[in-house]
């Protein structure tokens, strides 16, 4: 189950990449931020929205990984 999700979070550009980073944070993922930022400002609004969606997923699945892991 994903625990992140963009449905809800404010539609400005600027909130949905500070909710990725957020994501990201909590996920262990601190050296990917630069990155979804500079993908993420390389174009439109929607280029904008796919890159974090693709950033929020990683989270998601880095979780997962951590979860699958704390199991065994």
Do not use: P, W
Not at 46 to 64: G, R
């Amino acid at each position: 189950m994903s625990r992140f999700t963009l449905v809800g979070v404010d539609g400005n550009a600027f909130s949905v990449m500070g909710y990725t980073q957020r994501c990201l944070k909590q996920a262990g993922l601190e050296d990917k931020i630069h990155e979804m930022r500079i993908k993420a400002m390389d174009g439109d609004y929607s280029n904008c929205i796919c890159v974090c969606l693709e950033y929020v997923e990683m989270a998601n699945k880095a979780l997962e990984m951590e979860d699958e892991e704390d199991e065994f």
